[in-house]
């Protein structure tokens, strides 16, 4: 059982948009910087979002974060068969004192 | 380009120690957090632990009492000791890099190493 909660999987056809929502608490989500993650099976995940809604160089703007409150939410449009993978999103967990994810959403490009 | 890459056995027995190291190149290993990271089969991600270059270290409460973060400066390298290991330690252990404390934004990763716990 993940500490932030995520929908199990999202579908959509190419070209359109996804949100993969992120729920947390106010010791987690509330209180600290969301990142999301994308990870391919037998790769190394790779940081899309930091500090809720900031991309690293090289993530196009396809890719978007957001905030409010406890709940976090990823975006990505414009959506391409590249897309297809889990997507994580992690905190800091002040009360746990630790690094917290959620249990991850597999996209499907139909 | 900073690259990580776990080293380790892919095999442990029940009740022994599991023992993995990153090896960090393309960067130094003096700055940052040096984290690890593992994911069970089928299940999500679980934050295990950090260590700051200084060799200070925060570890997940549920594993605090048989786990161990350590750095080696001159091979630019940190490692996991994970003690009294079972069946639920199987997992595909990640070393990633966390740009500040208590922040969980681990812009770097290794490919991962899976490790089963099994006699």
């Known amino acids: 059982q993940s500490v932030l909660t995520q929908p199990p999987s999202v579908s959509a056809a190419p070209g359109q948009k996804v949100t993969i929502s992120c729920s947390g608490n106010s010791s987690n989500i509330g209180n600290n910087y969301v990142s999301w993650y994308q990870h391919l099976p037998g790769t190394a995940p790779k940081l899309l979002i930091f500090?809720?809604?900031k991309r690293p160089s090289g993530i196009p703007d396809r890719f978007s974060g957001s905030k409010s409150g406890t709940s976090a939410t990823l975006g990505i449009t414009g959506l391409q068969t590249g897309d297809e993978a889990d997507y994580y999103c992690?905190?800091?967990?002040?009360?746990?004192?630790?690094?917290?994810f959620g249990g991850g959403t597999k996209v499907t490009v139909l | 380009q900073v690259q990580l890459q776990e080293s380790g056995p892919g095999l442990v027995k029940p009740s022994e120690t599991l023992s993995l190291t990153c090896t960090v190149s393309?960067?130094?290993?003096?700055?940052?957090?040096w984290t690890w990271i593992r994911q069970p089969p089928g299940k999500g991600l679980e934050w295990i632990g950090y260590?700051?270059?200084?060799?200070?270290?925060k570890y997940d409460p549920s594993l605090k009492s048989r786990v161990t973060i350590s750095i080696d400066r001159s091979k630019n390298q940190f490692s996991l000791k994970l003690s009294s290991v079972t069946a639920a330690d199987t997992a595909v252990y990640y070393c990633?890099?966390?740009?500040?404390?208590?922040?969980?934004?681990?812009?770097?990763w290794g490919l991962g190493t899976l490790v089963t716990v099994s006699s």
């Open positions: 260590i700051y270059y200084s060799g200070r270290t």
């Open positions: 990633a890099r966390d740009c500040c404390a208590d922040r969980a934004n681990f812009d770097y």
């Open positions: 500090d809720n809604n």
């Open positions: 393309g960067g130094s290993i003096s700055s940052n957090y």
């Open positions: 992690g905190t800091w967990d002040t009360s746990l004192s630790g690094g917290v």
